[in-house]
Nanobody, 122 residues
Framework: EVQVVESGGGSVQAGGSLRLSCVSS?????MGWFRQAPGKEREAVAG???????AYADSVKGRFTISKDDASDTLHLQMNSLKPEDTAMYYC???????????????????WGQGIQVTVSS
């Protein structure tokens, strides 16, 4: 069973930056970040496949950057210009049976991390 482990996160003031990282214990093709705020459904943030295929939710475009290192099955999410509405539990997900059109599709991801909290204060 593939294990997915997140790191990073924490608390920051609005306008600040945080970097999330995620490592998979097994081979993956797609990796992505999803988030869930209290009282809301989980939503896609960003996904990556290979070195040059990425996708972003409209709410984070221009502020967040996702990068995937295939050699180490590691995923990073650089979050800049953070807003209070970015506050959520962030989950890393991974899968090996996916395509570029699946990057923001929650149901396409097979392996999930436990989540890591990101809190942005105003």
């Amino acid at each position: 069973e593939v294990q997915v482990v997140e790191s990073g996160g924490g608390s920051v003031q609005a306008g600040g930056s945080l970097r999330l990282s995620c490592v998979s214990s097994g081979y993956t093709v797609c990796m992505g970040w999803f988030r869930q705020a209290p009282g809301k459904e989980r939503e896609a943030v960003a996904g990556a496949m290979g070195d040059d295929h990425t996708a972003y939710a409209d709410s984070v475009k221009g502020r967040f950057t996702i990068s995937k290192d295939d050699a180490s099955d590691t995923l990073h999410l650089q979050m800049n210009s953070l807003k209070p509405e970015d506050t959520a539990m962030y989950y890393c997900a991974a899968s090996y049976g996916c395509s570029t059109s699946d990057l923001l599709q929650e149901e396409k991801y097979r392996y999930w991390g436990q989540g890591i909290q990101v809190t942005v204060s105003s």
